[in-house]
């Protein structure tokens, strides 16, 4: 089994920063593209940010340069580090990962629980 743990999510007021953290764990084999999505009240889940194995990165529009995705593939983890939040940046983020299982044949796309971030004063 694999799982995807976020965390680093809460409460923050506008201007401020967050760190997300999402760390991969079960019988992985190999680790390709990471990417953080999110997903407001009323509206379609977007991706914010994704990175390659050889930590090549793409950035929704909205959130370029005031967010920054990096990872450690020793540590099979994912961040995104927050700075100059807004309140529109509001929403639940989810961390992805594109991988492969030891033993089974296939890349497979895997999806963590969430986690809440919301920006108000």
């Known amino acids: 089994q694999v799982q995807l743990v976020e965390s680093g999510g809460g409460l923050v007021q506008p201007g401020g920063s967050l760190r997300l953290s999402c760390a991969a764990s079960?019988?992985?084999?190999?680790?390709?593209?990471m990417h953080w999505y999110r997903q407001a009240p009323g509206k379609q889940r977007e991706l914010v940010a994704a990175?390659?194995?050889?930590?090549?990165?793409n950035y929704a529009d909205s959130v370029k340069g005031r967010f920054t995705i990096s990872r450690d593939n020793a540590k099979n983890t994912v961040y995104l580090q927050m700075n100059s939040l807004k309140p529109e940046d509001t929403a639940v983020y989810y961390c992805?990962?594109?991988?492969?299982?030891?033993?089974?044949?296939?890349?497979?796309?895997?999806w963590g629980q969430g986690t809440q971030v919301t920006v108000s004063s």
């Open positions: 992805h990962a594109d991988l492969t299982r030891i033993g089974v044949r296939g890349v497979y796309g895997y």
């Open positions: 990175i390659t194995s050889e930590s090549s990165t």
């Open positions: 079960g019988s992985i084999a190999s680790i390709y593209g």
